[in-house]
């Protein structure tokens, strides 16, 4: 279990762990309800990047709606996380 402090704004920092358990990502967005006593949090299901098999049999990533440029500089991001 990890534990996390509300800020004066309302905000909630969710843990590095429990982001790559869920895969999720800045920018991502999570619906919220109340169950009792208890917040749940749920990342709304986004487009998926696609694979396919070029006629040389390399694969060949097609990246979802909406998803940003791949830039070396967003490369080195997504590396680092």
């Known amino acids: ?12 920092v969710i843990p590095l762990e429990l982001r790559r358990m869920l895969g999720l990502h800045v920018g991502d967005r ?4 109340v169950d ?3 917040i749940i949090l749920t990342p709304e ?3 998926r ?5 070029g ?3 390399l ?6 709606k909406g998803a940003p440029e791949m ?6 991001e997504i590396l680092s996380e």
Do not use: W
Not at 49 to 53: F, P, Y
């Open 71 to 76: 830039t070396p500089e967003r490369v080195k």
């Open 49 to 53: 990047a696609g694979c396919r098999i």
């Open 36 to 38: 009792g006593e208890k």
């Open 55 to 57: 006629a040389d049999g």
């Open 1 to 12: 279990m990890a534990t996390t402090t509300l800020s004066s704004k309302g905000q909630l």
């Open 30 to 33: 999570l619906q919220c309800e």
């Open 45 to 47: 299901t986004r487009a």
């Open 59 to 64: 694969p060949i990533l097609t990246a979802p």
